[in-house]
Structures are given as C-alpha cells and as structure tokens.
C-alpha cells in the first residue's frame, strides 16, 4: 500500500494494527511539507500531482517488478486518469473503480458526452433510468459548474480514456441503482485475479484491503489526497 509522504506523517502507524502483514510506501506528490496547501491552487496541485507523482509510480511499478511480486493490475479511482496511461506503459491491466454511488457517475458522464449541458436552464432534469431532478438533486459539479472549475474538469474527465480500462468496478447496491448501472454495460470482462498483486489507487485509503487479502491477492493501494 502507498501513500504520499505527506499524509504518511499523520498516519500514526506504530499504534495501528489495521495494516496487518500489508507492505505500505511512500511516493512523493510534490507537495512533502505542506500538501495541498503547498500547491496554492487545485489546478497547481493536480498538474503537480501527475507530473511527479506519475514519475513515481512508475518507478514504484519497477521496483515491484524487479521483485518476487511483480505487479500485474492497478485498480485506480478515475479521477486521477493518469494512472491508467502508467500502467498501460508496463501493459499491466487497468481496473478503474468508480467510489462515488452510480447515479452520481451516472450524471456525470451524461454532462461529458454532452448528453446534459450544463448550466441548466430548464429544470426538470429528465435522465433515463432516474427519477426527474430538480437542480437541487444534481451534484454541486453540475449544479454550478464554476463552483470549482479544476474540479469540474477533473469529475468529467474521468471518462476520456475509460475504454483503455479492462476491468470497471463500481461501489454501489444494485438493487438501489439497477437502473442506472450503465458501468456494466461499458465493460463486461471476466478475469482470474486469484494469483494477482494488485495495486489501488484512490483518494480514500486501506479501504479493501482485506477484501484483496482474503482473496489472496497482495494489495498495494496508492493513495493520493486532494
């Protein structure tokens, strides 16, 4: 499992067992002392982030390569889109898992495939597969785009080079949003993991890695903060 050394410095792990027998590194962002903070801006901190932190896992993908625990798939949060691009470099399998409930991704990728303009003029918003929204019911990224604008580029876009992933994973109930389960249908791939080291890349950190080890999988989570 990896995390920025910025975050590794609260993490506080001499008092935690949750890690278990689980490897954990550090990858610098390009922000060490102050995180996102350092950056100054959202569109700083990202283009900062891609540029050395996309360095670094390659350099974290060859030292596992160059171990007894070679890496053969990274499950990456869409959000950072670049992680994909890296691992396609080492032909590695790209899992792409959607954290946020799909009603939400559901949205979004409506608004990028300019199926939703946005701003919206005209509420009701009419989606097939969900109810009629009013503005209210829409993410604030969609309700107001100018909101954050690094961030509005950043939710969009994570669905410019999704059809490179071979596996999507989504978190979500079906029976709560079978719907609105467009995922499945981008993907439908059947792979044996049983004998995989996995790497996930997210915002959120240590989430599955019991999932991953009670499958016999070696979990190796990069973590990125924004």
Not at 86 to 115: D, S
Not at 214 to 220: E, H, R, S, T
Request: glycine fraction near 6%; charged fraction near 15%; hydrophobic fraction near 40%.
């Amino acid at each position: 499992m990896v995390t920025t050394i910025f975050i590794s410095k609260s993490m506080h792990l001499q008092s935690s067992s949750l890690l278990g027998n689980v490897q954990l590194d550090f990858i610098s962002d390009g922000c060490d002392q102050g995180g996102f903070g350092q950056a100054g801006s959202v569109s700083t901190y990202l283009s900062r982030m891609q540029e050395i932190g996309s360095n670094n896992l390659r350099e974290l993908i060859k030292k596992y390569n160059s171990s007894d625990h070679p890496i053969d798939c990274v499950v990456y949060d869409p959000l950072v889109i670049w992680v994909l691009d890296v691992a396609k470099e080492f032909g590695l399998f790209g899992a792409a898992f959607f954290t946020q409930m799909c009603a939400v991704n559901y949205i979004y990728y409506h608004v990028y495939h300019g199926l939703l303009k946005v701003p919206i003029s005209s509420p009701p918003i009419s989606i097939q597969g969900l109810p009629l929204l009013d503005l209210r019911d829409t993410p604030a990224f969609v309700y107001d785009p100018g909101f954050y604008p690094a961030y509005f580029d950043l939710v969009m876009n994570q669905f410019s080079n999704i059809h490179k992933a071979d596996i999507i994973l989504v978190n979500s109930f079906y029976k709560l949003e079978e719907q609105v389960y467009f995922l499945s249908n981008l993907h439908s791939i059947s792979t044996p993991f049983q004998e995989y080291v996995v790497i996930y890349y997210s915002f959120d950190i240590i989430s599955y890695v019991y999932g991953l080890k009670n499958n016999n999988l070696m979990p190796v989570i990069v973590h990125q903060h924004v």
